[in-house]
């Protein structure tokens, strides 16, 4: 026990540093993520199948490929696409790719959710706000998205800790996020159990955190509906 105690009390400062790296990178990927999303899943239902078909496209080989690959896509492929047609070094950040990357991951799977929140409401909400001689632009702004983000959040609040357990794989491309601080000290120290077991507990408590806050604004916006 002393020993456990020893080295997960040596780490702890180190994985909270880590920690504290995950959750910007998926703050910052759902937040654009859920950019990507909205227009892709409205460009989904839009009469229009040039964007229909791009749009399609895209959500089916981002959701058909995984997060690890596009990763490294990003950081090492795209770089050495430059320098083979350019001749010139482009080497990346590996948070800006991390962010990057997990933008894009998250943008398929959230216009699917968003797709589904908006054919969830009642075609007769369109109807009456055409007949209240709204466009379909402004219909779709004042009546069918504010309907369909209530919808979404339970999803959207899953997505968020989904994209925060990928976030790990980015211990593969040297970020030093929450893993990856683990993997450092281990190397050094051999401690496997203490320091891993304390990511572990890390992991679980950001995603219980979050878990929390969606069931509260969940319960927030049901309240303002019956009010």
Known sequence: MQYYLQHLSAVFPSLLQGAVLTV???ALSVFFGTIIGLFVGMGRLAKNKLAKTICAVYVDVIRGT?????????YFGVPNLVLQVTGNRFPIDP????????????????AEIFRAGIQSIERGQMEAARSLGM?????MRYVILPQAFRRVVPPLG???????KDTSLLS????????????????????????????AIIYLIMTMTVSRWVAYT???LSAGDHS
């Open 24 to 26: 910007e990178v998926t």
């Open 66 to 74: 995984p997060l690890l690959v596009q990763v490294f896509i990003i």
């Open 95 to 110: 948070f800006i790719a991390a962010v990057l990357a997990c933008s894009i991951n998250s943008g398929a799977y959230v």
């Open 135 to 139: 466009t379909n632009a402004q219909a």
């Open 158 to 164: 899953n997505e968020f800790i989904a994209l925060m």
């Open 172 to 199: 593969a491309i040297g970020l030093e996020e929450l893993v990856r601080k683990g993997q450092l000290y281990t190397a050094t120290t051999f401690a496997s159990f203490p320091v891993y077991t304390g990511v």
């Open 218 to 220: 969940e319960r927030r």
